[in-house]
């Protein structure tokens, strides 16, 4: 029976992996031979540990790089000399170009940012590393993750800004589409990934489905029984106005599955909940 070895279990996809064997691996420094001991052919690993976000790769860009990119090609060495059933990579759907169309696996790369051109390097570090056995390596590409439990600096955290009706704290390009789904969801499907051997190769984990950043905080708010303020929601568009992923070759593996996003409710326990 296959062991899942995952990266990242603290983090906002890696906490909700089910059944999966946690790995403290410190992607700076050497790692622990008592966790390389779990690594053999009747192990997958699943890579979901790095630093998130342009702001956080940019404050040290040095540090980042080494965790981002040459932690993870370590890991992938070790995995591989290893003979390890496979290889799960999270990557990011900002590694495509920008685009106004459903964006397939073949799309244009073009990363904008930072944290996005850290992330395809890596992809392709792990491409190099795998050369001889690229039915280990699966590349999955995540498009936007929306809950109330992500991130104070993404999209969740400054939505749960708009709880407080004593703030003026305003959303920005909330004519923006995404194609969401919540971390919890996402960590399933990698799971599934995981456990299924015949799935290898690059990997949109999308719902297919177009939301705009105020019909999103629409959703959240009001199902969460909080007012939606309107005049906070300011119209316009980033750089990127529209990332929504194509699913087909996900589903083509999985037929079954139904990827639509539904956020949890949010219930407000004290104040430091919206600071």
């Keep these: 029976m ?3 070895l995952a ?3 603290t983090g906002t996809i890696g906490k909700h992996f089910s059944g999966a064997i946690p790995l403290s691996i410190n992607l700076l420094n050497d790692f622990n031979p008592t966790e390389l001991s779990l690594f053999n052919s009747s ?3 699943l890579h979901a540990a790095g630093i998130v976000g342009n702001e956080a790769v940019s404050k040290n860009i040095n540090i980042s790089r080494k965790i981002n990119i ?3 090609k370590k890991l992938a060495k070790i995995s591989q000399d290893s003979d390890i059933s496979r290889f799960i990579f999270v990557s990011s759907s900002h590694v495509y170009a920008p685009s106004d169309s459903l964006l397939l696996e073949s799309s244009k790369v073009h990363p904008l940012g930072p944290y996005a051109e850290q992330k395809f390097e890596a992809e392709q570090a792990l491409v190099e590393v795998f050369k001889e056995t690229p039915e280990k390596l699966c590349i999955v590409r995540v498009f936007s993750i929306l809950d109330w439990d992500v991130a104070d600096f993404t999209l969740g955290g400054a939505i749960k800004k708009l709880t407080n009706s004593n703030s003026d704290y305003k959303v920005l390009n909330s004519d923006d589409i995404r194609d969401f789904l919540t971390p919890k969801l996402i960590a399933s499907v990698l799971i599934k990934i995981a456990h299924t051997t015949s799935l290898a190769g690059i990997i949109n984990l999308s719902s297919m489905f177009g939301t705009t950043i105020r019909e999103a905080a629409h959703k959240m708010l009001t199902e969460s029984g909080f007012e939606f303020p309107s005049a906070r929601m300011l119209p316009g568009n980033s750089t990127r106005p ?15 599955l139904k990827l639509i996003w539904q956020p949890s409710i949010f219930k407000l326990t004290n104040q430091t909940d919206i600071n």
């Design 2 to 4: 296959l062991k899942i």
């Design 7 to 9: 990266t990242g279990t």
């Design 43 to 45: 192990s997958v690993v």
């Design 70 to 72: 040459d932690g993870t």
């Design 242 to 256: 529209y990332i929504v992923g194509d699913n087909s070759k996900l589903i083509s593996y999985f037929p079954d």
